[in-house]
């Protein structure tokens, strides 16, 4: 399997928390400092594949997470999103919950994660 997200792949530099389960891995390209994502260890192709003790894993290392990230980057708010499928931007087909951090003085600030989403230009035509 050539799954970026399933080990050897993974980076071990990149993985910053983990349980048993589950890693925390930094995406030190991230336009936001400090955003990542917690994966399961285990390869599932999306969310809807986690198995119950994964699910409570990745909310489990959320909290770590957060304490984390709090620490060491002060941000004041947080996005956290799946993507499912092609058509949802899923482009690594190996669950992943993002993590990002957001700050008071990004541009963006104030705008979640489904504004693009809420866009007329989005409209759907039937």
Known sequence: MNCPFCPPKVNDNAILLENDLSLFIDLKHSILQGSGIIVPKAHRE???DLTTEEIISTFSLLTEVKALLDTKYDPQGYNLGWNCGVV???TVFHAHL???PRY???PNA???IRYWLKQESNRRSI
């Open 98 to 100: 993002h993590v990002i």
């Open 104 to 106: 008071a003085s990004e």
């Open 46 to 48: 999306s969310t809807f």
């Open 110 to 112: 104030g705008k979640g």
């Open 88 to 90: 949802a931007g899923q």
